[in-house]
């Protein structure tokens, strides 16, 4: 079992928001499967599950708000017994263009507070991650930027990246980190 986490802020106001990047992520991916997203309270995110090959897969959005994304991973991760190799963590990140992605297999926080709880609660850097490049940043602070909508001006460069960001998941789940890099990075 494989689990893909994409990161973001529920709520109608954030939905188009940059900070949604993993949440666009993993809507995209839950059409693509024909599945919906359900919440679960019990677990702090929505959630859903489709097969692939021999090989569920969950697909998760936590309700937290992105600084307590931990919380929510950490309690699908136990409920469903699934190991930290077996996740993908997919967000937003400021120092990539929009349009680019880059997988790895991991590393810091980067300043990205969703990660950085996710690597308090996991206790560990090693978690696999797809980075949706937002950027670049304009000369205003980052935490206002994150929680501006996309400008219409963007709309095609961001329908191009989710689509590439999806067909990179399917890639990473039948293929593994190394070689998606070396293809999708």
Not at 40 to 52: A, P, Q, V, W
Not at 77 to 102: F, P, Q, T
Not at 167 to 185: A, C, P, R, S, V
């Amino acid at each position: 079992m494989k689990l893909v986490a994409g990161l973001g802020n529920v709520g109608a106001k954030y939905t188009f928001t940059r900070h949604n990047a993993g949440f666009m992520v993993a809507d995209k991916l839950a059409i693509m499967n024909d599945v919906t997203f359900k919440e679960n309270s019990k677990l702090k995110c929505l959630i859903t599950k489709y097969y692939r090959g021999i090989e569920d897969v969950i697909l998760m959005k936590p309700t937290t708000y992105m600084n307590l994304s931990g919380e929510a991973l950490s309690a699908v991760m136990n409920y469903y017994k699934i190991d930290i190799k077996d996740v993908l963590v997919v967000y937003d990140d400021l120092s990539l263009e929009l349009g680019k992605i880059r997988f790895r297999p991991n590393g810091s926080d980067g300043g990205h507070n969703g990660i950085k709880n996710i690597i308090k609660h996991a206790g560990t850097q090693d978690i696999a991650r797809l980075k949706i490049g937002i950027g670049p940043q304009p000369p205003i602070p980052s935490e206002q930027f994150v929680l501006q909508e996309f400008y219409k001006s963007q709309m095609e460069d961001l329908k191009a990246v989710l689509k590439k960001a999806v067909e990179g998941i399917d890639f990473y789940l039948d293929y593994g980190m190394e070689k998606t890099q070396n293809k999708y990075n």
